[in-house]
């Protein structure tokens, strides 16, 4: 999906809930993490970037991790969501589409 270079600080805010929607489909690694957020439309996101971010979210308990052999080449490391990571989803979901709507709403004002 073709997308447009957005504000990077538009992305900071977003960015974590973006990652847990995409452990809320099952456990997966990073690069395929960066690569589902690159397909719908939220551009290259680097591993500088990603991988911290997994650790802060292993750190609040909201995922956890598993090496897993490599089919054809080194191991990987999966992360997948916990009940806390679920629940975490699920309230920033919430508050994001509440958010989004005065949002929109205001900048709209005035059109």
């Known amino acids: 999906m073709a997308h447009q270079p957005w504000p990077s600080e538009w992305l900071r805010g977003l960015l974590t809930l973006a990652v847990l929607?995409?452990?809320?489909?099952?456990?997966?690694?990073?690069?395929?993490?960066?690569?589902?957020?690159?397909?719908?439309?939220?551009?290259?996101?680097?591993?500088?970037?990603?991988?911290?971010?997994?650790?802060?979210?292993?750190?609040?308990?909201?995922?956890?991790?598993?090496w897993c052999q490599g089919e054809s080449g080194p191991g990987r490391k999966y992360f997948q969501l916990t009940a806390a990571g679920s629940a975490e989803l699920d309230q920033q979901r919430t508050l994001w589409r509440e958010f989004a709507t005065h949002t929109t709403t205001f900048i709209s004002e005035g059109e």
């Open 21 to 66: 929607r995409v452990l809320g489909d099952g456990p997966t690694y990073g690069y395929a993490i960066a690569t589902t957020l690159e397909q719908h439309g939220f551009g290259a996101i680097k591993g500088g970037t990603l991988y911290p971010l997994l650790s802060r979210l292993e750190a609040a308990g909201h995922v956890t991790t598993e």
